[in-house]
């Protein structure tokens, strides 16, 4: 009989999507098959980064009192390709946790960024998802665009700016971009710092907002049509879920909008004809290899009413609760959260 293999999931981290990483990581941990992989689970603190092994409940990691029961023990990566795993001291004894492999289910930065998988790359442990360049890129706007265009798919005109630029160079900038457009840090996730504005009194306040949580921040022009999305499972062979379709009443897909639904509806199969589904799903593949993805990865893009399909960005780590964007679109394609699940640990059988 083989073994069950450890698998690491890592929740929680030093990022404002810390939360949303507590949601995702308990219902992964919920869908695993116990008779297949032992999971391990190692939160990070979202103040100081201190990495435990957290021996409690699943339940206490979505109610976020992981940290509070006493069942957590101070863990530390080990650098020696030979162990494969964590130290952890015990009894006035160091001792080792055994990990085959690694599901970071971490958002934002410090998880999607290529910061962790930089570590479990140097620790041996193969990684669950993509890997340390292709994590990086995705996460960085303007580089991944480049690549896009690049290669023949259109994206968004955009102009970067840095930490010290001239006010003036804001203006001109979004005078040559035109309103309405969006102001982003260029690395965050689920649209921290993002805002949509409309006019020159608002441009100011909205990039300063931006440059709260990231060192470049970028003015992108306003895609008309709306949003479009594919889950791709797998590196070699690829499954690509139903394309879904963010329907929305006012604004943009905010923060309060992709975990509230307030004022939006996402439709789990998109209101688009087989064959423009069809195109949708060949350019997420296309973009998907491009930027290096493996595993899994949540392709985003934008759909004209001119049929254009727009790249928008690759969620190398999307959210993963049994209602989120991500595996309803397996669903919509014929899968169980438990058998996405499954798919995605037997990568590493």
């Not at 996460?139 to 259109?154: S, Y």
């Not at 930027?291 to 999307?318: K, Q, W």
Request: contains cysteine; negative net charge; proline residues 3%.
């Amino acid at each position: 009989m083989n073994q069950k293999k450890n698998i690491a999931v890592f929740f929680g981290g030093c990022s404002t999507e810390y939360g949303v990483s507590l949601q995702s990581a308990y219902a992964v941990i919920c869908g695993i098959d116990r008779k297949k992989y032992t999971p391990v689970l190692i939160g990070i603190d979202r103040n100081a980064g201190t990495w435990f092994w957290h021996r409690g409940s699943a339940e206490d990691i979505l109610n976020d009192c992981w940290q509070l029961k006493g069942n957590c023990v101070p863990v530390v990566p080990s650098m020696d390709q030979n162990v494969h795993g964590l130290y952890y001291f015990e009894n006035h004894t160091q001792n080792v946790i055994s990990i085959d492999a690694a599901l970071p289910v971490l958002h934002g930065k410090n998880g999607e960024d290529g910061t962790i998988q930089g570590v479990l790359e140097l620790m041996g442990i193969p990684v669950i998802g993509c890997g340390l360049l292709s994590s990086a890129l995705c996460m960085d706007k303007v580089l991944a665009h480049q690549i896009a265009l690049a290669n023949g798919i259109k994206a968004a005109r955009s102009v970067m700016l840095k930490e010290g630029f001239l006010e003036e160079e804001a203006k001109e900038a979004a005078k040559m971009l035109g309103y309405p457009l969006f102001v982003k840090p260029v690395r965050s996730g689920s649209s921290f710092g993002i805002s949509k504005i409309a006019e020159d009194a608002q441009l100011l306040p909205a990039v300063y907002h931006a440059f709260r949580h990231d060192s470049m921040v970028i003015l992108e022009e306003t895609v008309p049509g709306f949003e479009v999305g594919c889950a791709i499972l797998g590196t070699k062979n690829l499954i690509v879920g139903e394309v879904d379709e963010i329907e929305l009443t006012d604004g943009f897909f905010d923060y309060t909008e992709k975990y509230t639904l307030k004022s939006s509806q996402i439709h789990a199969k998109a209101r688009i004809s087989d064959a423009k589904a069809s195109e949708i799903k060949e350019t997420a593949k296309k973009l998907y290899r491009l930027l290096g993805c493996s595993h899994f990865a949540r392709v985003d893009m934008f759909l004209t009413p001119d049929g254009e399909i727009y790249f928008n960005e690759i969620n190398t780590i999307p959210g993963f609760t049994t209602h989120s964007r991500f595996p309803n679109m397996l669903k919509a394609a014929g899968f169980t959260f438990e058998e996405i699940i499954s798919r995605l640990l037997a990568a590493e059988d």
